[in-house]
């Protein structure tokens, strides 16, 4: 006797996030509110509160954070950028959700997309700016 195991088609809702040099993809799925990122949890993955609040801060503005599950693959950049571009992915997922939450998103500067990126360093300077140190004698 052959069993059949019915499948339910989950909804989630996939965008990508970026800072600096890390990419986030983020899919946000109905839930209880736990934030998995590289199938670790937010509070280990990131070890700093700030980092978690910040990552936390688009759910919280629109008053979903316990409605959601958030999975998150993030490569590239250090934690600080890691932690912006997943801020970025999910404010963004939550729009393709609801359009009606852009407004919302978009005046606390969430959708926008920092690209502020490290200057390459120039030959014949120390850094990219920074000259050496000049000696009269």
């Known amino acids: 006797m052959a069993r059949t195991k019915s499948l339910q ?5 996939y965008a990508t996030g970026r800072r600096k040099t890390a990419i986030a993809r983020v899919w946000i799925t109905p839930g209880k509110g736990t ?6 949890p937010v ?6 509160k700030v980092m978690e609040l910040q990552v936390r801060k688009p759910l919280e503005l629109v008053n979903l954070q316990d409605k959601f ?8 950049g250090g934690i600080s950028g890691q932690a912006g571009a997943i801020r970025h992915g999910i404010s963004r997922a939550l729009v393709v959700f609801d359009e009606g939450l852009r407004s919302v998103l978009k005046k606390d500067g969430l959708l926008t997309r920092d690209s502020r990126e490290k200057e390459r360093k120039k030959y014949g300077r120390k850094r990219a700016r920074k000259g050496f140190q000049w000696t009269k004698r």
């Open 9 to 13: 088609k989950t909804v989630s809702y």
């Open 35 to 40: 934030i998995s990122i590289n199938n670790r």
């Open 43 to 48: 509070e280990t993955y990131f070890g700093r």
């Open 69 to 76: 599950d958030v999975i998150v693959r993030s490569a590239g």
